[in-house]
Each structure stands twice: as C-alpha cells, then as structure tokens.
Nanobody, 120 residues
Framework: QVQLVQSGGGLVQAGGSLRLSCAAS????????MGWYRQAPGKQRELVAS??????TKYADSVKGRFTISRDNAKTVFLQMNSLKPEDTDVYYC???????????????WGQGTQVTVSS
C-alpha cells in the first residue's frame, strides 16, 4: 500500500508560477515511476508529466517547456509550473504508475487532488 499526500497549488495570475508536491509513504520501495495528472470537470484525467526512478521524464505537449517534474528521493515528487495559462486551470493529481511497453499506466494510488486556478 502507498499513500500520497499533495501540497501546493492555489490561485495565480497568467504568466505566474506554482509548485506542487507529492509525498509518498508506505511501500515506497516498489515505486518505479510517478506522474502528475490533471482533470477538468466532465473530462478525463490527462497525464501531464512523469518521472522514473532513474530520472527519465516525459511531458505532454501542452506543458512541455513550461512544467518540470522532479523528485528528491523515492518518496517526494514535485511539479514546477511556470508561465501558467488560464487553460492550465484544473485539479491536479499525483499518481504511482507502471511502465508497460514504454507507456505510462496509472495504478490505483492517487493523491487527494489540488486545485490550480490561473486567472487571465
């Protein structure tokens, strides 16, 4: 079992920055890859960034060059979000994932969600 607790987020003006954190506890030794998703009301969750235990990162095209995912150990993952746009407004979730065939797949371990609101 893994527990994920998120912090950060909030309200920022367009062009501003926010940083999200996700602290994992429990059976963290089994974690090989983690990701950040976001979800707007009525829409599917979208994977925006992922990072493996070896530090390999991937980003959705919509955030590439603006968001940076990082981790300081096997237990904490960050999402630095710069040059934020109103369309980045969503609820953001961290997730423990698995890599199958080079693709990220989510598991049932999710953070509680954090609202990010970008005003124009």
């Amino acid at each position: 079992q893994v527990q994920l607790v998120q912090s950060g987020g909030g309200l920022v003006q367009a062009g501003g920055s926010l940083r999200l954190s996700c602290a994992a506890s429990g059976s963290t030794v089994s974690i090989n890859v983690m990701g950040w998703y976001r979800q707007a009301p009525g829409k599917q969750r979208e994977l925006v960034a992922s990072i493996t235990s070896g530090g390999t990162t991937k980003y959705a095209d919509s955030v590439k060059g603006r968001f940076t995912i990082s981790r300081d150990n096997a237990k904490t993952v960050f999402l630095q979000m710069n040059s934020l746009k109103p369309e980045d407004t969503d609820v953001y979730y961290c997730n423990v994932g698995i890599i199958v065939g080079g693709s990220y797949y989510s598991t049932g371990y999710w953070g509680q969600g954090t609202q990010v609101t970008v005003s124009s």
